[in-house]
Each structure stands twice: as structure tokens, then as C-alpha cells.
T-cell receptor, first 113, second 110 residues
Framework: NAGVTQTPKFQVLKTGQSMTLQCAQD?????MYWYRQDPGMGLRLIYY???????DKGEVPNGYNVSRLNKREFSLRLESAAPSQTSVYFC????????????FGSGTRLTVV | EDQVTQSPEALRLQEGESSSLNCSYT??????LFWYRQDPGKGPEFLFT???AGEEKEKERLKATLTKKESFLHITAPKPEDSATYLC???????????FGQGTTLQVKP
């Protein structure tokens, strides 16, 4: 099925461990985004990639890095996980900046203990 | 600073009981206001985009409207399957970034 695929769906990390969240889309979309969702906070933008080869910081980038590996894939890395990074992470993509009907993945639920 | 505030946080309705969800916003220049539906454990699903005051869009039992300060999502004769969290978002700049409200969780009882 066409769409945005995120892996893993669930993950538990210990404080200080590192991990990479994977995101891939098969819709030939140009722009990709990473959001985190916390209770009472709404969705907040971590990083985005407006096009292949470019990445920019969003609202809450501290503690994260990203890689736009190719047009399809956009990964999010936590170098040294902290309990404050416990959240649900969503990847999203859009075709171009004139089309803001994001397609979201199903999310990664991350718990840092 | 661009801002989005949704109310109420939670809404319980009986099946068939129509109501409205509110999204208040402040923005330096409106480029677009968006409504999404999110089911538990899933990613948000796009519903509507509104670009200018007075614009309205409909989809089944849902109707979104826009004024210069607010957007409303009207739900007519809701069914239990309309139960979900409804998110409002504002376009910021021209990079595709959206500013999301905290959402309204709707529960429709049979």
C-alpha cells in the first residue's frame, strides 16, 4: 500500500542509548517532516527536509539529528536518549510546498527509562 | 507569533447530537488552515484545507468554516465512528511547516 512507513512501531531505550527511527515514503513526495506528539502539547516539528539533500531544524531539534538518505527515506537519530524524549514520533511527507495535505506514518512510540 | 488554540479539549455527544469544534488562531499572514482526524494509535489523517475567510468545505457529516480569527468544524448528526481526536493546524511560512493545536477529542455514544 502506498504511504509512509515508519519503523519500529514501539521501542524502549535506556537513558544514554542511541537509536535511529526510520521513515520511508513511496509517493514520490519531495518534502518530509519529523514531528513528536506529547499529551497536552500537540504535534511539534523536530526537523524537516524540504527536498532531497536539504534538512532544517524545526521547533524542538535539540537532542536529535536527521538524514535525508534519498528522496524516499528520512531518518531521525537520537544520539543519547533522555527521558524527556519519551514520546510518539510521526513522520510525514507532502508532494510540494503548495500541497499541505500531509500524509502521516502510523508513528513510533518511544519510551526512555 | 503564530498560534493555534482548540476548544474544547474533550467533547462527548450522543449519536445524532450535532455540535461544533473551535480553532482560534493568530497569524501574521494566513497561508492555510488545516483540519486532521487522528484515531488512537494512528497518524493524523488529512480532512480539509481552508485558505480565506468565508470559505467552507464539506465531507460527509463534517463541515469546516473559516473566519479571520477562527475556524469551526461542524459535525452534523454524528455517529460513533466519528469518535476521534480532531486537530487544527496553521501553515507557517512557505516551507510546509504546520503549527498544530492540541486537539479536541470527540466521543460519540450510541
Amino acid at each position: 500500500n502506498a504511504g509512509v512507513t515508519q519503523t519500529p512501531k514501539f521501542q524502549v531505550l535506556k537513558t544514554g542509548q542511541s537509536m535511529t527511527l526510520q521513515c520511508a515514503q513511496d509517493m514520490n513526495h519531495n518534502s518530509m517532516y519529523w514531528y513528536r506528539q506529547d499529551p497536552g502539547m500537540g504535534l511539534r516539528l523536530i526537523y524537516y527536509s524540504a527536498s532531497e539533500g536539504t534538512t532544517d531544524k524545526g521547533e524542538v531539534p535539540n537532542g536529535y539529528n536527521v538524514s535525508r538518505l534519498n528522496k524516499r527515506e528520512f531518518s531521525l537519530r537520537l544520539e543519547s536518549a533522555a527521558p524527556s524524549q519519551t514520546s510518539v514520533y510521526f513522520c510525514a511527507s507532502i508532494l510540494d510546498r503548495a500541497n499541505y495535505g500531509y500524509t502521516f506514518g502510523s508513528g513510533t512510540r518511544l519510551t526512555v527509562v | 507569533e503564530d498560534q493555534v488554540t482548540q476548544s474544547p479539549e474533550a467533547l462527548r455527544l450522543q449519536e445524532g447530537e450535532s455540535s461544533s469544534l473551535n480553532c482560534s488562531y493568530t497569524v501574521s499572514g494566513l497561508r492555510g488552515l488545516f483540519w486532521y482526524r487522528q484515531d488512537p494509535g494512528k497518524g493524523p489523517e488529512f480532512l480539509f484545507t481552508l485558505y480565506s475567510a468565508g470559505e467552507e468545505k464539506e465531507k460527509e457529516r463534517l463541515k469546516a468554516t473559516l473566519t479571520k480569527k477562527e475556524s469551526f468544524l461542524h459535525i452534523t448528526a454524528p455517529k460513533p465512528e466519528d469518535s476521534a481526536t480532531y486537530l487544527c493546524a496553521l501553515q507557517s511560512g512557505n516551507t510546509g511547516k504546520l503549527i498544530f493545536g492540541q486537539g479536541t477529542t470527540l466521543q460519540v455514544k450510541p
